[in-house]
């Protein structure tokens, strides 16, 4: 058996990534920005909701449930843009409260329907009435027009 040795760069291709590598700076990159405003988001989230015990993606499960009165699991999957292994914890958790009921599809034993307990629209209906100073303080930096044009941008890419 022969070893097949790597692919060596041609030295004008090499240069160019080592031009490349040089001129990165991480806080310049999307990704980071993203992260870093995704944490800002968070801990303003965690702040505001606070006495409501919900993490972000239980409140987007609440506030979708809310938003239709009954959805199916695979369904409430894309909506919140959430996979269906953490969907399936999230729709755990906030059944062991009392928020959300499952019931079986009338349309589809297979599937599994799920709709708000008045226990949960009373608690969604407290939790969207403070929801909306997460987005005003994490967007407190910014102008109007430029809060809006991120807001676009980002629901273009995402």
Same mark, same amino acid.
């Given at each position: ?5 790597? *692919? ?11 031009? $490349?590598?040089? #001129?990165?700076?991480?806080? /310049? @990159? ?8 995704? @944490?800002?988001?968070?801990?303003? +989230? ?5 006495? +409501? ?5 239980? +409140? ?5 449930? /809310? /938003?239709? @009165? ?7 999957? $894309?909506?919140?843009?959430? /996979? ?8 755990? !958790?906030?059944?062991? *409260?009392?928020?959300? *009921? ?16 008045? @226990? #949960? ?15 005003? !303080? ?19 890419? #995402?």
């Amino acid at each position: 058996m022969t070893r097949m040795r790597p *692919r060596r760069k041609p030295p004008a291709e090499a240069a160019a990534a080592l031009h $490349r590598a040089a #001129g990165y700076v991480l806080e /310049d @990159q999307i990704g980071y920005a993203l992260r870093c405003a995704h @944490q800002r988001a968070t801990e303003i +989230f965690n702040a505001v909701m606070a006495e +409501f015990a919900v993490t972000p993606t239980q +409140f987007a499960a609440l506030a979708k449930l /809310d /938003d239709l @009165q009954a959805v199916s699991q695979n369904q409430l999957v $894309r909506l919140t843009a959430m /996979d269906p292994a953490t969907i399936s914890g999230v729709i755990g !958790r906030l059944v062991a *409260r009392g928020y959300v *009921r499952p019931s079986p599809d009338p349309k589809d034993a297979r599937a599994v329907v799920l709709r708000l307990t008045p @226990q #949960g629209r009373a608690a969604i209906t407290a939790m969207k009435g403070a929801a909306a100073e997460v987005s005003r !303080r994490t967007l407190a930096p910014l102008t109007a027009g430029e809060a809006a044009a991120l807001v676009k941008a980002l629901a273009k890419i #995402g």
